[in-house]
């Protein structure tokens, strides 16, 4: 072999090694979630963007990056949402309803799996508590109760609800708060699938509702509910009572165009989900606008027709941005957010 074809040889393969470790870099790189915050420097930051989950594989991650894993469906294989809709976490797991079953990451295990394949067909809500989770299945027009293992319990709501858009846990008295948006009201079941009361119909009053979607309840039992078609939150009192209207159609801060989901965080801040605006804002229970978060696009931090939002007991935001397939998550910083 001449000198000259031996440094060739050597240079190709310095330049080949060094593609591949630049690849494999750029490949990590890409894969650590950007630094974004909101309110933007010099404030104080209150909002964090975290992280995205597409698919089983992001189930396991390690030093910033995936973990690539065969689960149950082979080397290389992996389940992707097909239209996300509903979201809830419990006991580091992460719940999110899907056309046909219930995805489950669970992230102490690293497990993944679907559960109701069997028995759900369009599930919408879901409600997790520490032993079973509540799916409503608006194919189906009832509910489905299960057992944290997918082991079904009954079903309930037959006849009493038709197209749930949005299901909340009342864990303190033990109450499963469902809104309707065909029959413009809200149910209150026990666990027990018992038809506890309902309340509200079709306009735009106190109280009234057009088309509501998100429900969350508070430390209090107060039920917050985005009456969509009329471009506001109400809130209720544990027993259905009116309190108070926040927000308007518009343009601005504090006003809505497409609101869908509602959440609270520890500090008892209202998060509201609107798609048209591809953000969620947050706001005090007097109504005054803390902060927005998010923009239209596919992006991080990003969103397409965001569906729902659940914040955990640790302050960590989940988000369901429909159209982009995935789930953003997002931090408060526990430091409250001030006006």
């Not at 666990?191 to 509200?200: E, I, K, T």
Request: proline residues 4%.
């Amino acid at each position: 072999m001449s000198s000259k074809f031996q440094l060739s040889f050597f240079l190709f393969l310095a330049a080949l090694v060094s593609g591949l470790l630049l690849s494999a870099c750029a490949q990590k790189i890409a894969e650590i979630p950007p630094e974004i915050y909101w309110p933007l420097p010099p404030e104080k930051p209150r909002i964090k963007f975290v992280d995205m989950i597409v698919g089983s594989k992001d189930v396991q991650k390690q030093d910033g990056g995936r973990i690539m894993s065969s689960f149950l469906f082979g080397e290389g294989g992996e389940i992707k949402f097909i239209k996300p809709y509903g979201v809830a976490y419990s006991r580091n797991k992460l719940y999110v309803t899907d056309i046909g079953g219930v995805f489950v990451f669970d992230f102490e295990t690293g497990n993944f799996s679907i559960l109701g394949l069997n028995q759900l067909r369009l599930p919408s809500g879901i409600a997790v508590a520490e032993d079973r989770f509540f799916v409503a299945d608006t194919a189906g027009k009832k509910i489905f109760h299960y057992d944290l293992s997918g082991k079904f319990i009954r079903d309930f709501g037959s006849g009493e609800v038709d197209t749930v858009a949005g299901m909340a846990l009342d864990a303190a008295q033990k109450r499963l708060i469902v809104s309707d948006a065909r029959k413009h009201a809200v149910f209150i079941y026990d666990f027990s699938g018992r038809l506890l009361r309902q309340f509200g119909k079709r306009g735009k009053g106190n109280g009234e509702f057009n088309i509501p979607y998100g429900v969350a309840v508070d430390k209090s039992g107060r039920i917050y509910v985005v009456d969509s078609g009329n471009f506001r939150l109400q809130i209720f009192d544990a027993q259905g009572g009116f309190i108070k209207a926040l927000g308007s159609v518009g343009s601005s801060a504090g006003n809505y165009a497409r609101p869908k989901g509602v959440a609270l965080d520890s500090e008892g801040h209202i998060y509201v989900l609107d798609a048209a605006f591809g953000n969620f804002q947050i706001l005090d229970f007097d109504g005054n606008n803390l902060l927005a978060v998010g923009s239209n696009g596919a992006g991080p931090a990003e969103f397409q027709l965001p569906s729902s939002i659940f914040i955990d007991e640790n302050d960590k935001i989940y988000v369901v941005d429909q159209i982009n397939t995935r789930i953003q998550i997002f931090q408060y910083l526990r430091n409250t957010i001030e006006h």
